[in-house]
């Protein structure tokens, strides 16, 4: 007897629900393997959040790049550990790169080193933030193949002394895609000019340093770089006659975004003063010229008088030397008599004679 058409219909039904509860109970387990992989691959200690893309390792005292970090990740933030050498392709594990990564946070890491090719493997990365270190040496192919890096944050991060140092064309020029690059409370002494032979570059911060002054020959390299926005204030500018280049640039330029802002730290009379509302007079150029006018008239005169002497001299020669003559022979007599009278002063019968004894 053949089976009705009803009950092949309800063991259809049947197996379809059992079908379908099937599937759901694989991929939940395929989404539970997922998660437990995404979670395996977050590093000790550190925060992944899969849905923004972030890796945050915050004071784990880290000694170098850990090396769990996940492929997906995108902006990946180490701060406060002690990770003294940046070694060449830290952010390479097993042979993987992040491609993913954009944003790359490394601040108050105590990093005094960074080797050459630090950042292989990082072709997407376009910020980094390197603030708050103690960089004494930077490898001259630190950043080579970083074509897509566009910002790049050194504000407080280079050791002291002479910081000037660590600006060299080699690695600077391998930043031809940079547009933003500070650089504050650094101690700078001088302008770092070797950075305006980056092309793209847009926004450079060197204030809170040590300049005193922008010399004439940097004002004009500026000048050529009409898209350059420039961070200067606050820096301890000395507001004598050297100065005066600038104060002139300040006043017909826009590219110094916190002019209003720069102050004189010196002479005394003029601290605190802004300079773009200084007056050429304050300056005192003119005074300064003619005190060194002076001392240049004077050197010349005292060189004439000098040059007028010896010349007397040596027309005089003969005469000259018959003096000398003259007065050594004087000196001898004189000594003779000295001498002489030193004999009879010491002979005992002499004094007695003369004493009448």
Same mark, same amino acid.
């Given at each position: ?25 694989? !991929? $939940? ?12 691959? &977050?590093?000790?200690?550190?925060? &992944? ?7 945050? &390792? ?25 990770? #003294?050498?940046?070694?060449? #392709?830290?952010?390479? +594990?097993?042979?993987?790169? *992040? ?6 946070? *490394?601040?108050?890491? +105590?990093?005094?080193?960074?080797? #050459?090719?630090?950042?292989?493997? =990082? ?25 897509? !890096?566009?910002?790049? $944050? ?5 050791? $002291?002394? @002479? ?40 926004? *450079?911060?060197?204030?809170?340093? +040590?300049?005193?002054?922008?010399? #004439? ?14 961070? *200067? ?13 600038? =104060? ?15 102050? &004189? ?37 005292? @060189? ?8 007397? !001299? ?6 000259? $030397? ?36």
């Amino acid at each position: 007897m053949s089976p009705r058409p009803l009950d092949y219909h309800v063991q259809l039904h049947t197996l379809l629900i059992s079908a379908e509860v099937h599937c759901l109970l694989i !991929l $939940k387990l395929v989404g539970m393997l997922i998660l437990i992989h995404v979670t395996a691959a &977050c590093p000790l200690d550190c925060y &992944c959040f899969t849905n923004t893309g972030l890796v945050q &390792c915050h004071f784990l005292s880290l000694q170098e790049i850990p090396r769990e970090i996940p492929h997906w990740v995108q902006n990946l933030s180490i701060i406060g550990s002690h990770i #003294a050498v940046l070694r060449t #392709a830290a952010f390479v +594990s097993n042979r993987t790169h *992040l491609v993913n990564l954009t944003s790359l946070i *490394l601040s108050n890491n +105590s990093i005094q080193t960074i080797e #050459a090719l630090a950042f292989h493997g =990082l072709p997407s990365l376009t910020t980094l933030d390197l603030s708050y270190n103690l960089l004494s040496s930077i490898a001259n192919d630190t950043f080579l193949g970083q074509t897509q !890096l566009q910002v790049l $944050k050194l504000n407080h991060a280079l050791q $002291k002394p @002479a910081p000037e140092q660590l600006f060299n064309s080699q690695w600077i020029m391998n930043l031809r895609s940079l547009r933003i690059l500070e650089m504050a409370s650094n101690a700078l002494q001088l302008f770092p000019s070797v950075v305006l032979a980056l092309e793209d570059l847009q926004v *450079l911060n060197i204030g809170n340093n +040590s300049l005193q002054v922008v010399d #004439a020959e940097t004002i004009s390299a500026l000048s050529n770089k009409s898209k350059l926005w420039v961070y *200067l204030s606050p820096n301890p500018l000395v507001c004598d006659c050297q100065i005066a280049t600038m =104060l002139y640039w300040l006043r017909n330029t826009s590219q110094v975004l916190d002019a209003q802002s720069l102050t &004189c730290n010196a002479p005394v009379n003029l601290n605190g003063t802004h300079v773009t509302k200084l007056n050429t007079e304050d300056l005192k150029c003119q005074h300064k010229d003619l005190k060194t006018a002076s001392y240049v008239f004077l050197g010349i005169v005292l @060189a004439l008088i000098g040059v007028i002497f010896l010349m007397v !001299l040596y027309l005089n020669r003969r005469g000259m $030397k018959k003096w000398v003559n003259n007065f050594r022979e004087a000196c001898r007599d004189q000594m003779e008599g000295y001498h002489y009278r030193y004999e009879q002063d010491s002979d005992p019968r002499r004094s007695n004679i003369s004493t009448g004894i």
